[in-house]
């Protein structure tokens, strides 16, 4: 198992590491796949090109063979001689080179896909290290080269002798037959050996692909430190994550209970939980929750209710189900418009019994009707 660090590297690439890999030239690549593709196109391009290639050549080899002895010493003929059997052969050739290429630049994107990146070739002192070339040379990767281009050379082999064994007096009657019939038979021969290779490289391809994507993932593994690393650049340190919360949560609380002197009402449970509302009158807006919170925060609601001369009521089943239906600044809910409209009327009335302008109120309902999908 590859160690980094003293650490194994047991954990699969994260999606940071793999696009930086990418951005540096690191993909997946299987050049069995790429060898074969290039065979497997130039082979189809065989048989497409074969008829108009076959005529190219017997007009070709008709031509150079009826060569005269003046025409040698002639450079002008010569050239012309030459010019007029060329010819033929150039659009077959070029059609078939044409495929050839393209078929190069898209068996080596097929796996991996197009990237450009200057980082593959730029000079690296790893690279021309003799003690590390050795080490690659020595190292497991080399020995899979090796066993693959074994591999490879006793496919070639194997299917040359099958073709001599049994394609040898086929290939012995080319001389005795016509011209255009021997290079016909000539060319259906190369396109047979070229499907042979290409079916028997397959199978060189189907191992290959995926070893090639258990190398690369392999290559890419990284250690767990590495990956904690990589969360706290992405995500941030926990640890200062926890802080900025605790002080937004602070300045959250003090932005609520700079709120609390403005509120109308505070209303209680009476030790755990306080609420404080307050109400515009002004607008057809719903009275609104301007703090709110539980035990000690609850307390210093209350505290500062006290300082500030707010009424402080009683009302625990209001309460919860104002605390846990709304946030700060949210309006309160529609099934609890009456209840909360009983307290401010109270309020309100309390408030013109202290300045002589009314009557003392009544007290209010020890019990509060609460909808039963708000009760708490």
């Known amino acids: 198992m590859a160690e980094k660090d003293g650490q194994e590297q047991t954990e699969d690439a994260t999606e940071k590491k793999l696009t930086q890999a990418r951005e540096k030239g690191q993909v997946v690549r299987s050049k069995e796949l790429a060898t074969t593709f290039v065979l497997t196109a130039t082979g189809?391009?065989?048989?497409?090109?074969?008829?108009?290639l076959a005529r190219a050549l017997v007009t070709n080899m008709t031509s150079l063979f009826k060569l005269e002895?003046?025409?040698?010493?002639?450079?002008?003929?010569?050239?012309?001689?030459?010019?007029?059997?060329?010819?033929?052969?150039?659009?077959?050739?070029?059609?078939?080179?044409?495929?050839?290429?393209?078929?190069?630049?898209?068996?080596?994107?097929?796996?991996g896909g197009m990237v450009f990146s200057g980082?593959?070739?730029?000079?690296?002192a790893s690279k021309m290290s003799p003690k590390a070339g050795l080490k690659r040379m020595m190292g497991p990767q080399a020995m899979v080269e090796l066993i693959k281009s074994i591999a490879k050379v006793?496919?070639?082999?194997?299917?040359a002798l099958l073709v001599l064994k049994t394609q040898f007096l086929q290939i012995m009657e080319f001389s005795l037959q016509p011209l255009h019939i021997s290079i016909i038979q000539s060319l259906n021969f190369l396109t047979d050996v070229f499907i042979w290779l290409c079916a028997s490289?397959?199978?060189?391809?189907?191992?290959?692909?995926?070893?090639?994507?258990?190398?690369?993932?392999?290559?890419?593994?990284?250690?767990?430190?590495e990956v904690k690393d990589e969360m706290k650049d992405v995500n941030g340190n926990p640890q200062l994550k926890g802080k900025i919360r605790q002080m937004q949560m602070e300045i959250s609380q003090r932005r609520m209970m700079g709120d609390v002197p403005d509120a109308d009402v505070i209303i209680t449970n009476p030790t755990h939980y306080s609420?404080?509302?307050?109400?515009?009158?002004?607008?057809?807006?719903?009275?609104?929750?301007?703090?709110?919170?539980?035990?000690?925060?609850a307390f210093r609601i209350r505290e500062m209710a006290k300082e500030h001369k707010v009424p402080i009521l009683e009302s625990a089943a209001l309460t919860r189900a104002i605390y846990h239906s709304t946030e700060i600044d949210d309006?309160?809910?529609e099934g609890l418009f009456i209840a909360v409209a009983q307290i401010l009327a109270y309020v309100y009335q309390l408030e013109q019994f202290k300045q002589r302008k009314g009557n003392r109120p009544k007290p209010l309902p020890k019990t509060m009707d609460i909808p039963n999908d708000l009760k708490y």
């Open 154 to 159: 006793a496919v070639v082999v194997t299917i």
């Open 331 to 333: 309006p309160i809910p």
């Open 201 to 225: 490289l397959i199978i060189i391809v189907a191992i290959d692909v995926p070893y090639q994507y258990w190398k690369h993932a392999k290559e890419l593994r990284m250690t767990k430190q």
């Open 44 to 52: 189809a391009a065989f048989l497409a090109f074969g008829d108009a």
């Open 69 to 111: 002895r003046k025409d040698i010493f002639s450079p002008d003929a010569l050239l012309e001689i030459v010019s007029v059997s060329i010819k033929p052969l150039f659009w077959p050739l070029f059609g078939i080179m044409i495929v050839g290429f393209f078929a190069a630049i898209i068996g080596n994107i097929l796996m």
């Open 119 to 124: 980082e593959s070739i730029r000079p690296k």
């Open 275 to 297: 609420v404080a509302l307050k109400y515009e009158k002004t607008g057809n807006a719903a009275p609104k929750v301007v703090a709110k919170g539980v035990d000690q925060v």
